[in-house]
């Protein structure tokens, strides 16, 4: 009888937490925000659409992360890799088109303006280089590299 007297107190009492944790958020839902990357780009809305690769950075002149990524894209900048920044107030009409809505955002494109990979938010050295270095020749770089670790080895140089 002392087991069943236990088993309905703690039934009463779990009861009891769970109600008042319900009455404490009550209709809150988790908030899931989702901003848009593109999948593909016109090339000829963008500097030397005849490079084999382009990097495409959309910044806004108040974001401070958009400068540093920036800075960290530019370097890619070669014979066979297009990189360009597209500011939000200055290049309005492009951040439009393709629906950006959260700086930065980063994406590499192929020759035919597909987009092969994409990074919202800031981006370092090593997974930028990667990305390049992947798409450029895939399976070139290691497992683990570039793969969300910032103490990874960097990839080898996306400018050969």
Do not use: N
């Not at 944790?21 to 990357?37: F, N, Q, T, Y």
């Amino acid at each position: 009888m002392s087991r069943l007297l236990l088993a309905v107190a703690l039934a009463g009492m779990v009861a009891l937490v769970a109600y008042a944790l319900a009455r404490r958020r009550p209709g809150v839902e988790p908030v899931v925000e989702r901003h848009h990357v593109p999948t593909g780009v016109e090339r000829s809305d963008f500097g030397r659409p005849d490079a084999d690769w382009l990097v495409v950075v959309f910044t806004s002149a108040t974001c401070d992360t958009c400068a540093a990524t920036w800075e960290v894209a530019r370097q890619l900048e070669s014979p066979a890799v297009a990189v360009q920044e597209v500011e939000a107030k200055r290049d309005a009409a492009l951040h439009d088109r393709y629906g950006i809505d959260a700086v930065p955002t980063t994406i590499v494109v192929d020759a035919e303006g597909g987009v092969v990979r994409s990074f919202l938010g800031p981006v370092s050295a090593t997974h930028l280089w990667a990305a390049v270095a992947e798409a450029r020749t895939p399976g070139s770089v290691p497992p683990g590299c570039g793969a969300g670790h910032e103490d990874d080895p960097s990839p080898a140089d996306p400018k050969d």
